[in-house]
């Protein structure tokens, strides 16, 4: 009697994901991964909105390659008990991965040196803003424990091989890419451990052309890219169910992170 067959709504969303990298599980990115420790520990703050994306969010992946690396979801910070124990915790020395004019590159001399001293035995804690550059500008502006940080970047000039997603201006990287970069100054500098970083950049360049191939088999198959229907009203209808589902996923996760 009855059917065991649960709706295919439910399904969907719930069960054919993979929970660490949110990938659907045919196309789970896990097995690429290959998690190194740069000796630099990573905190990924990620808004709600870009915590589940499986497309192109590339703050999951990096945190996936980190060793020692947290997300912690919200927008505002200011009260968030476990950035706030790391941000007070003697051992770490916090900076912020944001890009600006007052921001140190390990490249540049003086502030290479400067970052020398100011870390020496302790622990380099990198926080990166894991958002669109609109609501980066949002966490930033609400959270008052991380605006007064030092900003940490690279030198300008990376170029972002993130070709399907349109970024807002020349120069714009993924969060991924980002934390290559910054490893691979750091290093160069000799201000964190000798390894390799191209893990990041693999699973990264994996991703994009995943990514660029199945662009590809749907323009193909003829089946409307749904990035160009984003529009439309089933298309919007679509997308406010996801966000909704991805709210209340995010709501569960972000209370999971909290027992870490
Ligand atoms: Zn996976």
């Known amino acids: 009697m009855g059917s065991n067959k649960m709706p295919e709504s439910a399904i969907t969303y719930e069960f054919s994901r993979c929970m660490q990298c949110f990938r659907p599980i045919k196309t789970c990115y896990c097995k690429y991964i290959e998690p190194f420790d740069p ?18 969010g590339t703050g999951r992946l990096a945190h996936l390659t980190l060793k020692d690396s947290e997300i912690l979801i919200g927008i505002d910070f200011t009260e968030n008990k476990r950035l706030n124990a790391l ?4 051992n770490y020395v916090p900076l912020l991965l944001y890009p600006g004019e007052d921001a140190w590159s390990a490249q540049t001399e003086s502030e290479g040196q400067a970052l020398k001293e100011m870390l ?3 622990t380099l804690l990198v926080i990166v803003v894991d958002a669109t550059w609109f609501f ?3 966490i930033l502006r609400l959270s008052n424990n991380i605006r007064p940080l030092q900003k940490l970047s690279f030198k300008a000039g990376y170029k972002s091989q993130f070709q399907f997603k349109t970024q807002p201006e020349e120069g714009c990287l993924s969060t991924i890419e ?12 000799g201000i964190c451990k000798d390894v390799s970083a191209e893990p990041l950049m693999n699973i990264f360049k994996r991703m994009v052309a995943f990514q660029l191939e199945s662009q590809k088999e749907r323009e193909r198959s003829g089946e409307p890219d749904r990035y160009k229907l984003a529009g439309g009203i089933r ?10 589902a991805e709210a209340e996923a995010a709501a569960k996760f972000s209370n999971n992170c909290l027992d870490l």
């Open 39 to 56: 000796g630099i520990k990573f905190v990924f703050l990620m808004h709600p909105k870009e915590a589940f994306k499986q497309r192109t």
């Open 87 to 90: 941000l007070n915790d003697s």
């Open 120 to 122: 020496g035995s302790k």
């Open 136 to 138: 980066a500008k949002k």
């Open 178 to 189: 980002s934390c290559y970069y910054l490893i691979n100054e750091l290093k160069s500098a």
């Open 235 to 244: 298309a919007k209808k679509a997308a406010a169910r996801k966000a909704k």
